[in-house]
């Protein structure tokens, strides 16, 4: 919105012309999300609060959740709403990318909020019943993932890109739209049972999300990629700024959900940021390598999984809680511990993934 400004005010000023600059708009749609959440949190805090929108705390986790009980939830509407303004104020709306990864990822929202309505307003329990959770995740998906397949201008936009080789890409066809798909639903579900924690998953959210962010500049900028060996995404830059207003958001919520949280994102938060992260990274083409970045995302999926599993098929539990994070709860290792190491995990994941866009 502020770009078309910009354009318009150069014939009267040149210097409106450094709008036009994606670094500088990336760093003022952090800045704007950052100071929006900050401004609006204490306020959406203080609703939630007045309307008694607090999370139940299951009884037979970890004891020390219990004095968790009625903290407001559904903070995650902060964040959307941090992410929105940013993107529509600092973003190129003329780009489909924007458009994509917004309705991605407020649509995405919507289901999670129905499923903190039902069970932190209407009292149900069940929340929204798990195979309609995942039958809307799947529709959003899927039409994102086939929007983008058709819209592809080339083979470059629908390739894989393996790290650490400079010339395997491999051209997916349409099974394109089936990788896509499991990316952004799996990436959604996954940052949804990292959430279990005062901040644990809203700064590696950040981390992936700002990597990505930089993946982004670097394949839609022509020199960027040819000198990295990777190929050149026209439009694609542009995502960066979505990328910026989510770190700005998550950095503004982590304010107030920094250990002990005054607020919690529920699935509104969580859900929506997975889904992200997923179409995001399937828009740069580093699938692979959100799987590396976001490797405590990963471990906590698998976490679950492999529990299930094995209680289902010899009745006994490999952890001693899923997901992940529990596990190291009830071992012992006090909460702000098992938040912070997992943060420092993240940082390293991240920095091993984007030192493979140089050793190639």
Not at 47 to 53: F, R
Not at 173 to 198: E, H, K, M, P, Q
Not at 267 to 290: C, F
Request: net charge positive; aromatic share 12%; glycine share 10%.
């Amino acid at each position: 919105m502020l770009l078309w400004l910009g354009e318009y005010l150069q014939q009267f000023h040149s210097g409106f012309a450094v709008l036009n600059y994606l670094s500088l708009r990336a760093i003022l749609a952090t800045i704007t999300a950052l100071l929006l959440a900050l401004w609006f949190g204490p306020y959406l805090i203080r609703k939630l609060q007045q309307k008694q929108i607090g999370q139940s705390i299951r009884d037979d986790g970890p004891q020390s959740h219990l004095s968790k009980a009625g903290t407001p939830t559904m903070g995650g509407v902060l964040i959307l709403l941090s992410i929105a303004v940013s993107t529509l104020m600092w973003g190129d709306l003329t780009n489909h990318y924007v458009w994509v990864i917004l309705l991605v990822t407020m649509t995405t929202g919507a289901v999670g909020f129905v499923d903190d309505y039902r069970k932190v307003v209407q009292k149900n329990s069940r929340g929204l019943p798990g195979r309609w959770k995942i039958f809307w995740q799947s529709i959003i998906a899927l039409v994102a993932s086939v929007y983008l397949y058709i819209s592809a201008a080339g083979s470059a936009e629908t390739s894989l890109i393996v790290p650490f080789f400079k010339d395997v890409f491999l051209d997916l066809g349409i099974f394109y739209v089936v990788l896509s798909f499991f990316v952004i639903v799996g990436t959604s579900n996954a940052v949804n049972l990292t959430d279990g924690l005062d901040g644990l998953a809203i700064l590696p959210t950040v981390m992936v999300g700002g990597a990505l962010g930089a993946c982004a500049y670097l394949v839609g900028n022509v020199n960027f990629a040819e000198y990295l060996f990777l190929p050149y995404l026209e439009g694609v830059g542009e995502v960066i700024i979505f990328c910026a207003a989510l770190v700005g958001a998550g950095i503004g919520f982590l304010w107030f959900n920094t250990y002990p949280a005054q607020v919690f994102m529920g699935d509104v938060g969580s859900l929506a940021l997975g889904a992200a992260l997923g179409v995001v990274a399937v828009i740069v083409r580093q699938e692979i390598l959100l799987f590396i970045m976001g490797g405590i995302f990963v471990a906590e999926t698998v976490s679950v999984i492999l529990q299930v599993a094995s209680f289902k098929m010899t009745g006994k539990r490999i952890f001693r809680m899923a997901p992940l994070h529990h596990h190291f709860e009830l071992k012992g290792w006090p909460e702000p511990r098992v938040i912070v190491r997992f943060w420092i995990i993240t940082l390293f994941l991240v920095l091993i993934g984007m030192a493979t866009l140089k050793i190639r």
